[in-house]
């Protein structure tokens, strides 16, 4: 079965602070990893995208690590802002297929 | 120009009424998805359109749902006799193409709430 793992569940962080999001997957065959922020009653947003060959991908102040070989990903914010306060899903897709497979989810909350 | 859009935005029930959702994709885009997001829990994949080929609804999770979509426009999801476990978030989502590597766009969702 497919899954996506993501942790923490949830974190807060103060502002102008880093933080670093981890995400688990076991889907197969695997086509690209997706990093999507959804703030609060809003649909996700795409923040960045990677293929397999891809091992790292930024948006400004975001950027994405991509491990295929231990299927693992992060997405660290740096010098977080107040905008920063979403949750932060992981998204994976399977080759030759439409379907993806959603991690649930971690909320970050930032601080003044 | 404009994004997905989904109406209503919220909507409150009684159990056992029929509900309607509605979404407008992004002009162009042939395929379109819809979810269910349960609180603290990822996107459950419900149905999926892809021009005029027949609908995927491996996703749909009893015979109370059901999903139209007219063409490679509007899209309707309708909830027969809703249950308490119905509430949650509806997203709507088109894409250029039906491909994983085609960005899917997600609309602001209706949040339904089954009383």
């Known amino acids: 079965k497919n899954q996506v793992e993501q942790s923490p569940q949830s974190l807060i962080i103060l502002e102008g602070k880093n933080c670093t999001l981890q995400c688990n997957y076991t889907v197969s065959p695997f086509s690209n990893l997706r990093w999507y922020k959804q703030d609060t009653g809003r649909g996700p947003v795409s923040l960045t995208i990677?293929?397999?060959?891809?091992n790292t991908k930024s948006n400004g102040r975001y950027t994405a690590t991509l491990d295929a070989d231990t299927k693992q990903s992060s997405l660290h914010i740096t010098a977080s802002q107040l905008s920063d306060s979403a949750s932060y899903i992981c998204?994976?897709?399977?080759?030759?297929?439409?379907?993806?497979?959603f991690g649930a989810g971690t909320t970050v909350t930032v601080r003044a | 120009g404009a994004g997905v859009s989904q109406s209503p935005s919220n909507k409150v029930t009684e159990k056992g009424k029929d509900v309607e959702l509605r979404c407008d994709p992004i002009s162009g885009h042939t395929a379109l998805y819809w979810y269910r997001q349960r609180l603290g829990q990822g996107l459950e994949f419900l149905i999926y359109?892809?021009?005029?080929?027949?609908?995927?609804k491996s996703g749909l999770p009893s015979d109370r749902f059901s999903a139209e979509r007219t063409g490679e426009s509007v899209s309707t999801l309708t909830i027969q006799r809703t249950q308490q476990e119905d509430s949650a978030v509806y997203l709507c989502a088109s894409s250029l193409m039906a491909s994983g590597a085609f960005e899917q766009y997600f609309g602001p969702g209706t949040r339904l709430t089954v009383t």
């Open positions: 998204v994976v897709g399977v080759l030759n297929d439409y379907k993806l497979s």
């Open positions: 990677m293929t397999f060959s891809e």
């Open positions: 359109f892809q021009g005029n080929s027949a609908p995927d």
